[in-house]
């Protein structure tokens, strides 16, 4: 199972589930915004439609590379994701003086 850990960005190999909605396909995503910094998570790949986003009820979404993909931040090192299924997430943190898990902020 590949995981891939980007800042604040979790994208995670998984099968596809069902019942998802295709929100976007394109060469270029926007994964996440910086909150703190105004920066941005940005997938590419070369293929013209690589890139297929989806979604489900409860908001989580889903990413559909056909080809390889490199993930880019101001503040990273790029990486590059396989062809493959995935799930994005968002890294959390456990606070243990505030004992509390919370979103992790880049």
């Known amino acids: 199972m ?3 850990r980007h800042g604040d ?6 099968e596809r589930p069902n019942k ?3 929100v976007f396909t394109g060469q270029q995503y926007t994964v996440a915004e910086g909150e703190a910094t105004g920066h941005s998570h940005v997938l ?4 013209k439609s690589g ?6 009820t409860a908001g989580n979404r889903y ?3 056909t080809g390889q993909a490199r993930i880019r931040h101001q503040e990273h090192k790029e990486l590059t994701l ?16 505030l ?3 919370r979103r992790v902020v880049d």
């Open 63 to 65: 990413l559909d590379i």
């Open 9 to 14: 960005v979790l994208i995670e190999a998984i």
């Open 44 to 47: 590419s790949t070369r293929t």
């Open 82 to 97: 396989e062809p493959g299924f995935y799930r994005v997430g968002q890294e959390r943190e456990y606070d243990y003086f």
């Open 51 to 56: 890139i297929r986003v989806f979604q489900d």
């Open 2 to 4: 590949n995981i891939y």
């Open 99 to 101: 004992q509390e898990v």
């Open 20 to 22: 998802l909605t295709e």
